[in-house]
């Protein structure tokens, strides 16, 4: 059997699970004896069966008749066999157990509880284990995962809308900006994130519901809400979500808390005030920028003071282009 082959077909598939294993990592795994695949699976679902577990489920089926032994077998996986019983058992135990001599892995799992651990439950129990295989595309497939335990923190992204002169907002005053297109454009990207965040102020004037209303089935972020005054209980924010809410101004000690938890991304929506303390404080990683055609003129409320531009906080833009009247740009910090 062609394992390259297999590893990028297991990435592939493994794709199609991302908005229903976040904030897990997607992860694919495919069982082979010499000349077919056995069976295959994949983390379809946070908290439920990891990949190899389906994938073991599906081949004890086919055992007697396309095979008589796990040892006869190998297992391709695309990441590190987790060692650790989370919510659900070790898979690198449970590979150990079934009877696999072989197993072929694409990259080593970052996460802590694992981290190589996988691969040493697999070998003190000679096992034969390969790691390496497409590992660039697997970390780029789960960037976020992969971005959280390498820096220690989540991936930091802000969000704005501004109008062609650079305002944000009428004050107190609900206005949309940009175009129906651009917020739909909006509720994907907000379907990618582990949480969103968003102040006191944003959720007063806007009452913004912060789902990712796609069309398509997706995890919902958990929301966290940064407020020194009291709010509403009723709104629509609160709804059937998992709330996070600080009354603290230390935006670092706000993002450390998170360091340990399953949180990888954070998408920050919010007013001038909340997203110039973010990008002073140095820990945004990507800016996205919907500008319209609107101007709100000397009554609207500047993103940025002066002179102050993206360009100041280190970022520089990677890619830009229209949504109908409105330009999206995507500014990454220039490293
Ligand atoms: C695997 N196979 O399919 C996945 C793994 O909370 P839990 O128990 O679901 O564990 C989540 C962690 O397990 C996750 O952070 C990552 O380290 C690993 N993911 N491991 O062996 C899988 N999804
Ligand atoms: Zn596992």
């Known amino acids: ?126 096992i034969k284990v390969e790691v390496g295989l497409f590992e660039d595309l697997i970390q780029k497939q789960n960037k976020f995962f992969f971005y959280k335990h390498k820096n220690n923190k989540p991936y930091i992204t802000v969000k704005i809308a501004s109008s062609l002169d650079g305002k944000s907002h009428y004050e107190n005053k609900k206005v949309f900006i940009t175009s129906e297109s651009s917020r739909n454009d909006v509720q994907k990207i907000r379907a990618n994130y582990d949480a969103i965040l968003t102040g006191g102020n944003t959720l007063r004037i806007d009452e913004p519901k912060m789902d990712a209303r796609v069309d398509f089935t997706v995890n919902q972020a958990k929301k966290i809400l940064l407020t020194s005054k009291s709010h509403n209980n009723e709104l629509d924010f609160f709804n059937n979500a998992s709330v996070d809410i600080f009354q603290i101004n230390d935006l670092n000690k706000i993002i450390n808390s998170y360091k340990d938890s399953e949180i990888c991304s954070i998408l920050v929506e919010a007013g001038p005030n909340l997203v110039n303390a973010f990008l002073n404080e140095g820990i945004v990683d990507e800016l996205i920028v919907y500008t319209s055609t609107k101007i709100l003129g000397e009554k609207g409320v500047n993103w940025f003071d002066g002179n102050n531009t993206i360009e100041n906080y280190g970022f520089k833009l990677e890619s830009s282009y229209k949504i109908n009247t409105d330009t999206k740009e995507i500014f990454k910090k220039d490293e």
């Open 1 to 126: 059997m062609n394992y390259e082959e297999l590893m990028l077909r297991a990435i592939t598939k493994a794709k199609e699970y991302k908005y229903t294993a976040k904030p897990n990592p997607v992860v694919g795994a495919i069982i082979v004896n010499e000349n077919e695949i056995i069976s295959e699976g994949y983390h379809e679902k946070y908290g439920e069966n990891h990949a190899e577990v389906n994938a073991i489920k599906e081949a004890y089926n086919h055992q007697g008749k396309k095979f008589q032994s796990f040892s006869e077998l190998t297992l391709i996986c695309t990441l590190e066999p987790c060692s650790h019983v989370g919510k659900t058992g070790s898979c690198a135990k449970h590979i150990v157990k079934t009877g696999f001599k072989k197993v072929i892995i694409g990259a080593i799992d970052p996460n802590p509880k694992v981290a190589g651990q996988g691969i040493k439950i697999l070998e003190n129990n000679n």
